[in-house]
Structures are given as structure tokens and as C-alpha cells.
């Protein structure tokens, strides 16, 4: 499986947008950035997923650069239920599981 | 509404002693999995089905046996063959088996006494 890279841990304030990085410089032109997050002690939830182009849902944007070697997930405006542990994952061909990393630890300050 | 759930939320096994977790889905999806979490790590992939009556061995299956008869239902034993159990474990199920969303019951902590 291709590799991700996320720093440890990051800190926001609240109402602040926040822009968690994932770098993926092995990524294979059919696989998918796929982004999870865990709250403390509850299972991962999925966030948004894309390939090539920026993506938006109600939780998130997903923003990946044109060569795909990295990722970003954009929460625009942060609140204290944000604050999890972010998982940035590839997905390709028939890939039937999700590999976790230890995945980006998101603090959200009042 | 539509979702996974576990149970228990806590289990407490004793030594020598099997241990079944209940995962139930209601999404009429056709893939479950089971995933295993120890503290600050990663998920790791214990077994998972693609169909009903078929599943198959992920990452670290030793210790572990999993049976697919309906298709709503996944239950996970945790054997006596398992010498580490203690951990957080993850059900999860998804619309088939390759790349798509997988959704996450609450989870069950199994607790060695």
C-alpha cells in the first residue's frame, strides 16, 4: 500500500479554519485520498474522498495538488466537536481495506 | 435509521475463556469487516466478508474466527488462542467490498481480567 505522511498533532481555535496536510509522494494514478476522523473512544467517521480535483461536502473541502504527491483537508470553520484524530488514506484497484496510520491529532481551543 | 451496531460496549473476557462481539447493519450492504485498535494506533484489519457465507483473513486473524450466515450480521469470537486481546474493536460495512465508504459501529472494549 502506498504510504501517507501526517504530522502528529495540530492546533486550532474555534471558529478558525483549519488545514490538515497529507503527503502521499508514492500515490498510483488510480488510487483515491480518502479522509476519515475518530472522536475519543467512538469509531472512525468518514469525512471526503477525491482523485484529482478538489472536492466539497458539508463536513469539509478536500484540496490535492496537481502532481497528487500531497493532500489537504480544509475544515472552514472549526468547533469543538472537530477536535479527533484525522486519517488520511489511499485507496486503489480492489482495495478492500482501509489502512490506518496514526493519522493527525486535532485540538480545537474555545 | 440506518447504521452498525456493537455489542457490548464493554466486555470483559477471562483467561482461557471465548468471547463473542455482536456487529449488526441495517444498511443492506453486502461487506463487513472487522478491525482491531490499540491505544495511539492505527486500525488493523482482523477479517473481513465480501458476501454472505464467504470472509476472509486480514492483517492479524490469528486468535480470531468470524462467521457471515445473514447477511446483516458479522459476529467476531475472540479465542483463547488470542493471548493479547485487550483492545478496542471496530465493525465496519460498506455498499461492496473495493473502495467504497466503509461505516463504523461504536465499538466494543474487550478487557482481560
Known amino acids: 500500500d502506498a504510504k501517507t505522511t501526517q504530522p502528529n498533532s495540530m492546533e486550532s481555535n474555534e471558529e478558525e479554519p483549519v488545514h490538515l496536510p497529507c503527503n502521499h509522494s508514492?500515490?498510483?494514478?488510480?488510487?483515491?485520498i480518502h479522509w476519515y476522523r475518530q472522536l475519543p473512544s467512538q469509531g472512525p467517521e468518514y469525512v471526503i474522498h477525491?482523485?484529482?480535483s478538489n472536492v466539497n461536502n458539508r463536513m469539509a473541502s478536500l484540496a490535492i495538488a496537481e502532481d497528487r504527491k500531497s493532500s489537504t483537508l480544509i475544515l472552514h470553520r472549526a468547533t469543538l466537536r472537530d477536535a479527533a484524530v484525522y486519517y488520511c488514506i489511499l485507496r486503489g484497484g480492489s482495495n478492500y481495506k482501509l489502512t490506518f496510520g496514526k493519522g493527525t491529532l486535532l485540538t480545537v481551543n474555545p | 435509521d440506518g447504521g452498525i451496531t456493537q455489542s457490548p460496549k464493554y466486555l470483559f473476557r477471562k483467561e482461557g475463556q471465548n468471547v463473542t462481539l455482536s456487529c449488526e447493519q441495517n444498511?443492506?450492504?453486502?461487506?463487513m469487516y472487522w478491525y482491531r485498535q490499540d491505544p495511539g494506533q492505527g486500525l488493523r484489519l482482523i477479517y473481513y466478508?465480501?458476501?454472505?457465507?464467504?470472509?476472509q483473513k486480514g492483517d492479524i486473524a490469528e486468535g480470531y474466527s468470524v462467521s457471515r450466515e445473514k447477511k446483516e450480521s458479522f459476529p467476531l469470537t475472540v479465542t483463547s488462542a488470542q493471548k493479547n486481546p485487550t483492545a478496542f474493536y471496530l465493525c465496519a460495512s460498506s455498499i461492496t467490498g473495493s473502495r467504497e465508504t466503509q461505516y463504523f459501529g461504536p465499538g466494543t472494549r474487550l478487557l482481560v481480567l
Open positions: 508514492t500515490i498510483s494514478g488510480t488510487d483515491y
Open positions: 477525491g482523485l484529482t
Open positions: 466478508s465480501q458476501i454472505v457465507n464467504d470472509f
Open positions: 444498511l443492506n450492504h453486502d461487506a
